[in-house]
């Protein structure tokens, strides 16, 4: 979901660079020689941090899963310093991430989990089951938002609170996609809005579910 950090060291900057080429070519379609070469490292730098694709696939993913975590983490803590009511923090954060994509200064680069997941069957089942546990760390943390907003007010859906915390990631994911084809982030800010005014409408006060 997130973008790319500004590089701090030689590990850090191969993750990068692969990241950016991946995101454009394919997990599949990026070679290390690819990597050494914009990177502008040589050969044996990269094997001094990976000892090939798969290790620094893993890497990848660790890394760009604990960026996610680290911005939903902040933007929740903020949202959580505007209000002690669950439901307007949960619709605080969703303001602060439409916002930040908005205030992108590029087209989202693309999701890598989203990536590598339509490439599952160049990775193996460690690196699928790392992906796999990332989002569902997505889900808790939106089920646990949705079941304190619950304890306040009634979610007016038949579906499970996990498919409604699902819900997010399918927006954010197919924001991201529309905004690749338009080459604009307008359409993942809109889908994110979206998921906002539907959670607005789906929780409503107790006092109205029972009238």
């Given at each position: 979901?997130?973008?790319?950090t500004?590089?701090?060291?030689?590990?850090?900057?191969?993750?990068?660079?692969?990241?950016?080429?991946?995101?454009n070519?394919?997990?599949?379609?990026?070679?290390?020689?690819?990597?050494?070469?914009?990177?502008?490292?040589?050969?044996?730098?990269?094997?001094?941090?990976?000892?090939?694709?798969?290790?620094?696939?893993?890497?990848?993913?660790?890394?760009?899963?604990?960026?996610?975590?680290?911005?939903?983490?902040?933007?929740?803590?903020?949202?959580?310093?505007?209000?002690?009511?669950?439901?307007?923090?949960?619709?605080?954060?969703?303001?602060?991430?439409?916002?930040?994509?908005?205030?992108?200064?590029?087209?989202?680069?693309?999701?890598?989990?989203?990536g590598?997941?339509?490439?599952?069957?160049?990775?193996?089942?460690?690196?699928?089951?790392?992906?796999?546990?990332g989002?569902?760390?997505?889900?808790?943390?939106?089920?646990?938002?949705?079941?304190?907003?619950?304890?306040?007010?009634?979610?007016?859906?038949?579906?499970?609170?996990?498919?409604?915390?699902?819900?997010?990631?399918?927006?954010?994911?197919?924001?991201?996609i529309?905004?690749?084809?338009?080459?604009?982030?307008?359409?993942?800010?809109?889908?994110?809005?979206?998921?906002?005014?539907?959670?607005?409408?789906?929780?409503?006060?107790?006092?109205?579910?029972?009238?």
């Amino acid at each position: 979901m997130n973008t790319t950090t500004k590089p701090e060291s030689t590990r850090e900057r191969i993750l990068a660079v692969a990241e950016s080429i991946i995101l454009n070519n394919g997990f599949s379609g990026t070679s290390i020689e690819d990597i050494i070469t914009q990177a502008a490292i040589t050969k044996g730098g990269f094997f001094y941090h990976f000892n090939g694709k798969r290790e620094l696939a893993r890497a990848l993913v660790e890394r760009y899963l604990e960026q996610d975590n680290r911005i939903f983490e902040d933007l929740f803590y903020q949202a959580d310093q505007d209000s002690d009511d669950p439901l307007q923090q949960l619709l605080g954060f969703l303001d602060r991430f439409a916002d930040m994509v908005e205030n992108l200064a590029e087209t989202h680069p693309g999701c890598l989990v989203a990536g590598f997941t339509y490439e599952s069957q160049q990775l193996d089942e460690e690196i699928q089951e790392l992906i796999k546990q990332g989002v569902l760390v997505w889900r808790k943390l939106f089920q646990i938002r949705l079941q304190r907003a619950a304890t306040q007010y009634s979610l007016v859906t038949d579906l499970p609170i996990t498919a409604v915390a699902d819900m997010f990631t399918s927006c954010v994911e197919g924001g991201i996609i529309l905004s690749r084809i338009f080459k604009n982030n307008e359409s993942l800010v809109q889908q994110v809005r979206l998921y906002r005014a539907f959670l607005q409408l789906a929780f409503v006060s107790r006092s109205s579910a029972a009238g």
